[in-house]
């Protein structure tokens, strides 16, 4: 096994070849479609982490679970990757509390590649059996944590970083928007009194500019970054907290986000499967009578082509005369409208999917090939 030294100061022959693919390859990967982001990660975090040992696990790490998503049936590099996640968590932990302006830029980078390394607690990305566990709340408490990071070095700080694109959800508050027709009900179900209605129609508000984008623009090189950014724009502290808990509002409204995940597969690795195993763990989570809000998002694991995704979530939206009217209602009960305008899909059929493509090298296939210097079992 090849030894990591980056906590004496030194870096291997192999510690090298990662920092090169991680330049070359995972940097360009992990959010694509935008030159001056993509520049971020293959450029200035390398540069970050040379100076930084908890930066540089973060990094080599991140690079070992790229490897390992190329090359599945070898758990080295992924085992290689929690190995270095937990070795930089702690220089990030001492880090934090003795934080020095010097080090603002790496523990900024570093928090955000955590979302990344994040992905790679997922022994199985297409097993919707699960453990009860779901990625998308470790997600959203990193973010969380982004944001108090964010808080304590001050924006002012990010800007000066350079790493500010990484940050900016690129729009304010919105302007009121029709509110797709599902969450609109979901609304309707809460207690206005209820302490976390304020946030869920906040987050409903923010989640609005994300179908309008795709409404105008379909789905183009600067969507996966508003879809990654819409979380460090809501109260994420308090959706974190409500998702532990396993809320159902909260559960819902995150299976809907997740729809949106789906439009960056397969370009983006560490998501690749992700998104169906999240919808499929929250429809088991959820009591039987919220499972008709899971219709579009059970229907949206069916699909793989991003053509279909959009026109589902499109389909969402309501239309100028529903935008009056209160069509979802009669005698103020839930009506049927969602499931007839969406495909009724049962839990079954998205088992048998999800499993399926586990053997499916076709569908879920990464146009880049292993490093071809990358030994087998046994780094």
């Known amino acids: 096994m090849v030894s990591c030294n980056v906590s004496t100061g030194t870096l291997t022959s192999f510690d090298l070849e990662l920092l090169r693919w991680f330049a070359s390859d995972t940097g360009a990967t992990v959010i694509t479609g935008r030159p001056d982001v993509c520049a971020i990660f293959q450029v200035a975090l390398p540069a970050i982490a040379v100076e930084h040992d908890f930066m540089m696990n973060t990094l080599l790490g991140t690079a070992c679970l790229h490897i390992s998503h190329l090359m599945p049936h070898d ?3 992924a085992n290689r990757a929690l190995e270095l996640r937990t070795r930089a968590l702690g220089g990030m932990q001492r880090a934090l509390a003795n934080l020095k302006a010097d080090d603002h830029k790496a523990v900024l980078a570093t928090a955000i590649l955590f979302t ?3 992905s790679g607690e997922i022994s199985d990305p297409f097993d919707p059996e699960g453990n009860g566990q779901l990625w998308i709340t470790t997600y959203l408490g990193l973010i969380a944590g982004i944001r108090h990071t964010v808080r304590t070095v001050g924006w002012e700080v990010v800007k000066s970083t350079g790493l500010e694109p990484l940050f900016i959800a690129d729009f304010n508050r919105p302007p009121p928007l029709p509110t797709p027709k599902p969450l609109k009900e979901l609304l309707k179900r809460m207690d206005p009194q209820d302490p976390f ?6 987050m409903i508000d923010y989640l609005n500019p994300l179908f309008n984008y795709l409404r105008i623009n379909g789905v183009d090189s600067y969507l996966n ?3 990654l950014t819409w979380t460090p724009s809501i109260r994420v502290d308090e959706l974190y907290e409500e998702m532990k808990q396993k809320r159902p509002e909260a559960l819902v409204l995150i299976a809907y986000y997740l729809m949106f995940f789906k439009l960056m597969e ?4 560490w998501l690749i499967g992700i998104p169906d195993r999240e919808i499929v763990s929250i429809s088991k989570m959820l009591p039987e009578d919220w499972r008709l809000f899971m219709a579009a998002p059970l229907q949206c694991v069916l699909l793989t082509e991003r053509k279909e995704i959009k026109s589902l979530l499109l389909s969402l939206l309501p239309t100028i ?6 069509p979802m209602h009669v005698d103020g009960e839930l009506h049927g409208s969602i499931l007839e305008e969406i495909d009724a899909v049962t839990l079954e ?3 048998a999917t999800v499993k399926g493509r586990r053997a499916s090298s076709a569908l879920y296939g990464h146009p880049y090939h292993a490093p071809p210097w990358a030994p087998g079992v046994g780094i």
Do not use: A, Q, T
Not at 197 to 202: D, F, H, R, S
Not at 266 to 269: D, F, L, Q, S, V
Not at 321 to 326: A, G, L, M, V, W
């Open 321 to 326: 005369e529903e935008s009056f009217e209160d």
């Open 225 to 227: 970054l508003r879809i």
């Open 349 to 351: 059929d998205c088992f």
């Open 116 to 118: 990344v390394l994040s």
């Open 197 to 202: 209605y304020e946030p869920m129609e906040e």
């Open 75 to 77: 758990r080295g590099y």
């Open 266 to 269: 397969p370009n983006i690795w």
